[in-house]
Each structure stands twice: as C-alpha cells, then as structure tokens.
C-alpha cells in the first residue's frame, strides 16, 4: 500500500464532535505550515506533482475528494470522505486530486514553508529521481 490512512480519535459528547491534530502525534511531523484547498470547480484535477522532501498530512474536513498516488510502481485511489481520517503522504510520491464535490474543503498540514524548488512538477523527471533514489 503507498497510502497510510491516519484514523483520528473522536472527542466528542452529547453536543458533537471534536478531533484535535498534534504535531509528532497524530500528526506525524512538526507542522510548519495549514492550507486548505475550497471552492473547487466542477471537473477539476489538481497536483500533478512530487515533492523531495515534504511530509503532508491531507483531511477531508468537508465534503470528499479523491487522491490518486503513484510511487513509479504503481498507483492507488483513496477516496477522502471524512473528517476522522487523514492521508499521511511522505517520500516520492506523485500525487494527483480530482472528483472533489462542491463543498469540499481539504485541509494540508506540511512539514515544510512553502518552497517550489521542492516540487517535481513533470512526471518523467519523478520516474527519474525515484530511479536514481532506488540505485543508492
Ligand atoms: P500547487 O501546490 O501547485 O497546487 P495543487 O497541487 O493543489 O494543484 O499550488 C498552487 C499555487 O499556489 C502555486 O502557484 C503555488 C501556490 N502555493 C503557495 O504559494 N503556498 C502554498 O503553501 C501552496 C500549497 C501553494
């Protein structure tokens, strides 16, 4: 399996449900920096890319959306349906998103600041970085 689906622990009583995110708990790595993707438009994929050294932890805290992961060997589906779970995404991994309904808002914890000299945006430069990676 590429991907590794984080269950949450709910907190909750009779008024509803709370999930708390902690850095080098459940949240696996120190969290430098919280986006959030919303207001997706119909149709849309988005990713397209790698990165070298970025862990992200990705939460479908609205709505749901579809991840596919690649690692160069194969590729993996994982439907985000839900606020109790997050998609831990560390290493070369090409990533992609799609079907995301309307009201999806996906939350990313990340490692790292942003940095775009960390992405590999074109796929035949992932399938060699990964090849050059599994050499050493
Ligand atoms: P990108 O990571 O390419 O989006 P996606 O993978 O979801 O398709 O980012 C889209 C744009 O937003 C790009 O121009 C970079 C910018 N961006 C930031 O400035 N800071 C960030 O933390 C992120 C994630 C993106």
Not at 26 to 37: G, Q, S, W
Not at 89 to 97: D, F, P, T
Not at 112 to 128: G, P
């Amino acid at each position: 399996m590429i991907s590794k689906l984080i269950k949450f622990e709910i907190l909750g009583d009779e008024r509803g449900s709370l999930i708390a995110l902690e850095e080098n708990y459940n949240a696996p790595f120190e969290i430098k920096r919280v986006y959030y993707i919303f207001d997706t438009k119909e149709g849309v994929e988005r990713g397209f890319h790698a990165h070298k050294n970025l862990k992200q932890l990705c939460i479908a805290v609205k709505g749901s959306c579809t991840f596919v992961l690649d690692n160069g060997k194969k590729r993996e589906e994982i439907k985000l349906i839900n606020p109790t779970q997050g998609l831990f995404i560390e290493g070369l991994i090409w990533r992609e998103m799609k079907d995301f309904s309307i009201d999806c808002v996906l939350v990313v914890l990340a490692s790292e600041h942003y940095d775009e000299n960390d992405y590999i945006r074109d796929y035949d430069k992932f399938l060699k970085e990964i090849n050059s990676v599994s050499i050493w």
